[in-house]
């Protein structure tokens, strides 16, 4: 968990409220649920691996006896959580709040989850996530309206040329079945092939077959993958089923296809998306399109999401279309080098010790009401110091001001 | 804990918006600290009885035989436990960070705290605070900023009319040492002081005696309270004499004067600075001036703060002077019935459902890259009924789209 200083702290706030802004203009309405969720709720399956990671509040008022009787049960010392994701709060406030929301709900959710991480670089144990999601459209309309907002975000922070990389579930679910793996076998195939730009084709066969995964299926699918994968597949429907083994669901591959046309008409015809037949993403939840969010300036995914169908009727008892984009705001904010903060000038008065509280606060309200951000200082010994940091804290022009002075005495010069 | 649903939430982003750009105006800089602190930390004694009322986050991986361990001294159950306030946290930032920061540190710090209160009605077990905090200015200089700073916010989101109204510890002390009240007496007798305003001079010479305290103290405490208190006292200094008893520091009271002073040079002239004498705020911890903003739309405080130039000395292990003003965030969120949004024209898009998807997403984005918000609906068989909705969350026009139009076919009609 880290602290933010001030020059971390305004850059993330900046990037925030452009995000909010762009996810605004797009139609996206922002929510907000608390930090704690049920205990129960937090660890219902859908989490996946995540839910091991979750941290725990311990519950109020136990006592010694208590605590003995949860000693085999640990999970009764705890009756809430810290949200590991903002799907599940999603979810539960879903089903709770329908009734009052749109019947196409485009949320937003911008905050902190929690995750028990053993440190290492780049990992933290807080970090923001930051999500939109499309509760209620069946078609890929909704698809199309998570990337346009999340490519046009990208953009106003200055990171253009963004691209994603998109799949299906079902194109990925009926591959693994031409090749013979079992629809007991295909969970677990899923998770192997997520890790193919780690450990290669062939890493992925050898780990198949040392689970025992059906062993002609395991041939076949590394053949599959001996194919030459070097040029990005466009996602035009000729160019997916291009990309694929024969028999493919050709209504999947039209629906793609719809929505990188679609993205495009956004874009002024460039088409920032490419196909890529062996996208998993992690979650057990997808049932449909996934999608990952790439850009030139990192060599990570810099978010991505894709449609859940099934889990809001978890909640609800009634199934209800979902589709989610998650953009990753830690890595982003990393990326974003400098955004203009959009105040005006930055000014450091800096008063000898005798002039009069007054006489300073009045200068100060007065550069204030005219739109200037304005930081007091008291001469010390080294002015020089001094305005180097304030220059260094984004501070663009320094006055003195001696004992008596008025607004029209003060004489602004710019601070280097 | 809350749910927001997207107008509230709008509101709130809007308010903290407004907080964010006057405090930043005035020369704060904001921080982030992680919402979790050290178990130990958060129960140091600085938090008064806020302590009894923090959740505390379980240790990962205890097993029953630990579990079993920690029975007689269930703390050691919990290593973290979520912040009930921002001011350990500030000091114990301060702390870590000293060297990276200005010798005058003006802090803002905005962010969710959590107490285990008991379910009641305007009480939340999760709720927003917003601190201002100067570290490292002995001056009253640093109540002006604090107090012209939250003014002027106050003003910017149309509270304007709000006041001040202001006290110092060491005058309560002065005063209980001139009735009588020994010094083990008078903590306890501040405590009910602060009752004051509910249960009356009587409940307070009652509780007082009922306790045991000094007869004869009480006796002239009882017969001090019986003054006309009518009047709310001008923060000059012959004001603040005749408001206390004879014998009071003549230092303190002119500081107190000069503050009031230099807030009215911010505003025109206008004092918005009244003494009260009685005036206590519930924290230990404070140590010169304290003080609590009130407005006439509002029977109870908008914030309050006071210097506590001792705390920060309990974590570096050198005396730091301090002062804060921690403004209620919630409660002023629900007097600020609406403020404007900043955004540029709401349109709603209906489109038929046999529009092709690139067409509705091109006209989308054009009116985006205009400025405007857009949501996109299906015509519904209700159309009246969706635009009602509409307009109910702030949209303003509305267009219908057929396969095949253009942005120049787009007849924008305004949502009544």
């Known amino acids: 968990m880290r602290d933010f200083l001030p020059a971390d702290k305004a850059r993330r706030e900046r990037v925030l409220a452009v995000i909010r802004d762009r996810y605004r203009a797009h139609g996206f309405d922002e929510i907000e649920t608390p930090v704690m969720e049920d205990h129960a709720r937090l660890h219902a399956g859908i989490g996946g691996d995540n839910e091991k990671l979750a ?85 890929g309309r909704a698809e199309v309206e998570l990337i346009a907002a999340s490519l046009d975000t990208l953009d106003a922070l200055g990171l253009t040329g963004g691209s994603i990389r998109i799949n299906d579930r079902r194109l990925l ?61 466009s996602v035009g429907q000729d160019a997916i089923r291009a990309a694929l083994p024969d028999g493919v669901d050709g209504a999947v591959v039209a629906e793609l296809a719809a929505i990188a046309d679609a993205v495009a008409a956004t874009r002024g015809g460039d088409t920032p998306l490419t196909f890529d037949p062996f996208l998993v993403r992690g979650m057990g939840y997808y049932t449909g399109s996934i999608f990952e969010l790439a850009h030139p300036s990192a060599g990570y995914s810099l978010g991505g999401g894709g449609r859940y169908d099934g889990m809001i009727g978890r909640f609800l008892g009634v199934e209800v279309p979902a589709v989610g984009f998650s953009i990753g705001f830690e890595r982003i904010v990393d990326l974003v080098a400098a955004i203009g903060d959009g105040g005006g000038e930055s000014i450091v008065l800096v008063h000898d010790r005798d002039v009069p509280a007054a006489e300073v606060a009045a200068l100060k309200a007065g550069l204030i009401a005219d739109g200037a951000r304005v930081r007091l200082e008291q001469r010390p010994k080294n002015l020089k110091a001094l305005l180097e940091r304030a220059s260094a804290d984004g501070y663009t022009a320094f006055a003195t001001v001696a004992a008596g002075a008025s607004r029209a005495d003060l004489d602004l010069r710019p601070l280097s």
């Not at 949860?70 to 009734?99: E, I, K, M, N």
């Not at 076998?185 to 992925?204: F, M, Q, S, Y």
């Open 55 to 139: 941290f725990s509040v311990l519950k109020r008022g136990l006592d010694a006896d208590r605590i003995r009787g949860c000693a085999d049960d640990p999970t009764a010392l705890s009756d809430l959580g810290l949200r590991y994701d903002l799907t599940v709060p999603l979810a539960r406030f879903y089903a709770t709040h329908r009734a009052q929301l749109p019947a196409v709900f485009r949320a937003v959710q911008i905050g902190p989850v929690w995750r028990a991480e053993r440190p290492q670089k780049g990992r933290y144990r807080q970090f923001v996530q930051c999500d939109i999601d499309i509760i209620g459209d069946p078609t």
């Open 173 to 233: 679910d009926g591959m693994l079945a031409g090749f013979g793996f079992t629809p007991d076998e295909r969970p677990g195939v899923l998770i192997t092939i997520d890790k193919l730009d780690k450990i290669g084709p062939a890493g992925v066969a050898a780990e198949l077959r040392d689970r025992g995964t059906s062993a002609s299926a395991v041939a076949a699918f590394e053949e599959f993958l001996a194919r030459d994968r070097s040029a990005a597949a």
